[in-house]
């Protein structure tokens, strides 16, 4: 709990000193609406039948599954079993994929 907490005050560090250059016209008001929106992505946890529904609506493999995700076709079986948890990239990559379907991903 303590490093997501970390993270979470580097971010906003980060967020208020791009705030600042925004102020300062050093970056655009656009540069900085995609600066917030990359800041604010909520990425949640999964579980192992969500991350399996979301391949199938996908209609691909878990072997195509696994290179979208540049991971290996043993680690989607063990997110789909339960056996193990995706973090940080990967799922990130996964809530994108939720949201926006495997072509924004591609």
Excluded: Y
Excluded at 4 to 11: A, N, S
Excluded at 92 to 104: A, Q, T, Y
Aim: charged content about 30%.
């Amino acid at each position: 709990m303590r490093v997501v907490k970390r993270k979470r005050r580097i971010l906003e560090e980060v967020h208020e000193t791009a705030r600042g250059l925004k102020n300062a016209g050093i970056i655009s008001k656009r540069r900085m609406a995609e600066f917030d929106a990359l800041c604010h992505l909520d990425v949640h946890e999964m579980p192992p039948q969500q991350i399996k529904s979301l391949r199938e609506r996908a209609h691909v493999s878990q072997a195509v599954f696994a290179a979208v995700l540049n991971t290996s076709v043993s680690t989607v079986q063990k997110w789909e079993i339960g056996d193990k948890k995706p973090s940080g990239p990967s799922l990130k990559l996964l809530n994108l994929i939720e949201r926006k379907g495997l072509d924004s991903v591609l």
